[in-house]
């Protein structure tokens, strides 16, 4: 079996230095005596939070935050109200591991929803991510996931002949093809409104945009595909997604214990495999997949 491992898979930068801080707040902790916690999970990879909850540092929500107490930020950020919320609190040391790139969408929205212009954005609004970006929002705003470009069409519409000045943007994980999409479905909608202005941020994560084109490239050319990352993670989501539609023989797992007997037996049969992971997938869980997947010929 030939082994390959999409370039760009797993870790990106943002998550590598959520990691980077949330090690360095627990060497603190241990000199300080200060307990640990996460403003929700750092990062979507439930078996990376479990390694963390056995160091002591466990998930909180805000209604739990202990004072005199370490409270890391969670790389998809939080919303306004949470962080007044924080802020109140005496004796509290903060950790914000926001991505950077979530943050400047965070810039963007508040500055243009200021201008005067409403808010289009595609995402999952019930992802901590897009909760975030809307608490930035002054003015009105739309959320529109892209499996319901076509439940919510007429909404959509109504919402961009209601305002003049219309800013989109996406959430980081989301795929250029469906922004894409929906950009072209808002132009074509305001061309035939004349005074009405539209602006639309290119916000998807440059990782992302690496990661699924690199995995979608590698899944035409391999007998299995084998995607690694947690089943809450978006980017994860629509990694598989890309490579799915590529390669029939495609798994999304988060470990080789998730793999069904049946799954075994393609992979088993499988003359070249291909692995991509996404982007809260340590390097050494990459390893560990290799390894197995080596194994499986023995």
């Known amino acids: 079996m030939k082994i390959t491992v999409a370039d760009n898979s797993g ?25 640990v916690f996460m403003l929700g999970p750092l990062i979507h990879n439930p078996r990376v939070i479990a390694q963390y909850a056995e160091k002591g540092v466990d998930v909180i929500d805000i209604d739990s935050i202990q004072e005199n107490s370490c409270v890391v930020i969670r790389s998809h950020g939080i919303t306004k ?12 040391t ?39 970006i809307t608490s930035k929002i002054s003015g009105n705003f739309f959320v529109i996931h892209p499996t319901e470009f076509e439940s919510k069409s007429e909404e959509l519409s109504e919402f961009i002949k209601a305002h003049d000045r219309i800013f989109a943007v996406a959430q980081t994980t989301s795929r250029p093809a469906n922004y894409d999409f929906l950009l072209k479905k808002v132009r074509k909608t305001v061309a035939n409104m004349p005074g009405h202005r539209f602006i639309a941020a290119e916000t998807i994560c440059t990782a992302t945009l690496k990661r699924q ?86």
């Not at 926001?98 to 200021?114: D, F, G, N």
């Not at 070249?272 to 869980?285: L, N």
């Open 94 to 132: 903060l950790i914000d591991t926001t991505c950077p790139y979530v943050q400047r969408i965070h810039q963007l929205v508040e500055k243009r929803s200021a201008e005067g212009f409403a808010v289009l954005i595609m995402g999952d609004r019930e992802h901590s991510e897009v909760r975030g």
């Open 11 to 35: 870790v990106c930068f943002g998550v590598r230095r959520a990691f980077s801080l949330l090690e360095d707040a627990v060497k603190n902790a241990k000199i300080s005596g200060m307990k």
């Open 81 to 92: 109200d949470e962080r007044a919320q924080l802020d109140r609190f005496n004796g509290i």
């Open 213 to 298: 084109d690199s995995a979608g490239e590698l899944a035409k050319k391999v007998s299995s595909m084998v995607v690694i990352g947690g089943r809450n993670s978006s980017n994860t989501s629509k990694l598989f997604q890309v490579v799915s539609e590529r390669n029939k023989n495609s798994f999304w797992v988060e470990s080789p214990e998730d793999f069904s007997s049946s799954e075994i037996e393609i992979l088993k049969n499988s003359e070249y495999v291909g692995i991509t992971a996404g982007a809260s997938t340590p390097d050494e869980q990459i390893e560990e997949m290799k390894s197995f997947l080596g194994s499986l010929n023995d």
